[in-house]
C-alpha cells in the first residue's frame, strides 16, 4: 500500500471472507454500515473507547476530590470553589494531554479493527491495543498536528484580543476608543477563527486513519486527509452533528443531577458530582466508537473514489498470487 507498510502483513491475508463490500456509499449508507459495524461488535468498540474514557473520568474524579472546596456566600448559599489552584491546573494540564495522547492511539486501534473486520478476520480488543501501541508516538503525534491545525488561529486571535484589553488601563479618552474599536475588530476575528476551526477540524480529520492504513507521519498524514477532502466536506459536518446530538442527549440524561448538585453540599455534593463524571464517561464510552468507525470508513470511501482502492483492498482481502512454479527441464541423456 502507499506510503511504506500496511496495517497487516500480506502474508496473513490469504484465504479470508468479508461481509462488507467496499464502493461508493452515500452518507446514509456509510452511517448506517458505522452503526451496523458498532451493534455487531459493540465489546469490541466499547473497550477500546474505555481508556480515554477513564482518563477523563479520573481525571476530573481527582480535581473534585483533591481541588475543590466549599465556600459560604452571604446569603448563605454554599458555592463551590477551586482551593489549590496550582494543583488544579496540574491536574487539568496532564490530564488533558493524557486524553490526547489515548484518543489518538484509540482511534488507531478502532481504524485497525475496522479494516481486520473488513478483510474477514478477527479482531479483538487485546490485538487492536498492541496494534496501536507498536507506533503509538506517531499517532499521537498525528492528533497533536490534527489539533494544532484545529486551533492556532482560535489561540492567536484570542490572544491578541486580551492584549488589547491588558492597554485599557494605561490608555485614556480617545486612545480608549482606538482600543475598544480594535477589540470590536479582534471580536470579529475570533468568531471568525471559530468557524475556521470547524472547517479546519473537517479538513484533518481522515488524518488518523491515513496514518494507520499508509504508515503516514504527522504532516503527511494531515496533508493526505486534506487532499482527500477536496470535496464532500459536509457529511462530515453531519457526523459532527450527530455526535454532538447524541453527547446531549446523555447530558439531557444526566442534567437533573447538576440542579440537585448546586443545593447540595459537603460528601453529598461529591457523591453527586462523582455520579455525573461517571455519566460523561458512559457517554464518551458510548458515543465515542461511533466517531472513529464513521471517521474510517469515510477514509475508505474517498480512497475508493479517487484511487480504486476498492481492487487494492480485494487483492489483499483474496491474498498474493501463488508463486510461478519452476520450470522443467528435460532429463540430461545418459551415457552409453
Not at 487532499?227 to 464532500?232: D, F, K, N, S, V
Amino acid at each position: 500500500m502507499a506510503g511504506g507498510q500496511s496495517w497487516a502483513g500480506s502474508e496473513s491475508l490469504a484465504q479470508t471472507t468479508s461481509g462488507y463490500d467496499l464502493r461508493p456509499l452515500s452518507t446514509g449508507e456509510v452511517l448506517d454500515r458505522t452503526f451496523q459495524l458498532y451493534r455487531s461488535r459493540f465489546a469490541l468498540f466499547a473497550g477500546l473507547a474505555a481508556l480515554p474514557a477513564g482518563v477523563s473520568f479520573v481525571s476530573g474524579a481527582l480535581q473534585v476530590l483533591f481541588t475543590m472546596g466549599e465556600r459560604t456566600m452571604r446569603n448563605g448559599m454554599q458555592l463551590q470553589t477551586i482551593t489549590k489552584p496550582v494543583l488544579y491546573g496540574v491536574i487539568v494540564t496532564i490530564g488533558v494531554l493524557l486524553y490526547f495522547a489515548c484518543y489518538g492511539i484509540t482511534q488507531a486501534a478502532t481504524t485497525w479493527a475496522v479494516a481486520e473486520i473488513y478483510l474477514g478476520k478477527p479482531a479483538s480488543v487485546g490485538a487492536a491495543w498492541k496494534a496501536a501501541t507498536t507506533h503509538w508516538f506517531r499517532y499521537v503525534l498525528v492528533t497533536l498536528r490534527q489539533y494544532w491545525s484545529i486551533s492556532w488561529w482560535v489561540m492567536l486571535s484570542v490572544g491578541m484580543f486580551f492584549s488589547v484589553l491588558a492597554l485599557v488601563p494605561r490608555l485614556g479618552g480617545g486612545s480608549a476608543i482606538a482600543v475598544g474599536v480594535l477589540s470590536f475588530i479582534f471580536g470579529l476575528q475570533i468568531f471568525a477563527s471559530f468557524i475556521y476551526a470547524i472547517y479546519a477540524a473537517i479538513r484533518v480529520s481522515l488524518a488518523v486513519p491515513a496514518s494507520v492504513i499508509e504508515s503516514l507521519g504527522p504532516n503527511v498524514a494531515v496533508r493526505r486527509s486534506m487532499a482527500l477532502l477536496t470535496e464532500r466536506k459536509g457529511r462530515i459536518f453531519l457526523l459532527g452533528l450527530l455526535i454532538i446530538a447524541m453527547s446531549m442527549i446523555v447530558g439531557m440524561v444526566l442534567s437533573p443531577l447538576a440542579f440537585i448538585g448546586m443545593r447540595a453540599h459537603g460528601a453529598e455534593r461529591n457523591i453527586l458530582q462523582m455520579v455525573q463524571l461517571s455519566g460523561a464517561f458512559l457517554s464518551r464510552l458510548l458515543v465515542g466508537p461511533v466517531a472513529a468507525i464513521a471517521l474510517c470508513l469515510f477514509y475508505f470511501d474517498e480512497r475508493v473514489r479517487h484511487e480504486g482502492f476498492d481492487i487494492e483492498f480485494l487483492m489483499l482481502r483474496t491474498g498474493p498470487p501463488p508463486a510461478n512454479p519452476p520450470a522443467e527441464t528435460s532429463p540430461s541423456p545418459e551415457p552409453a
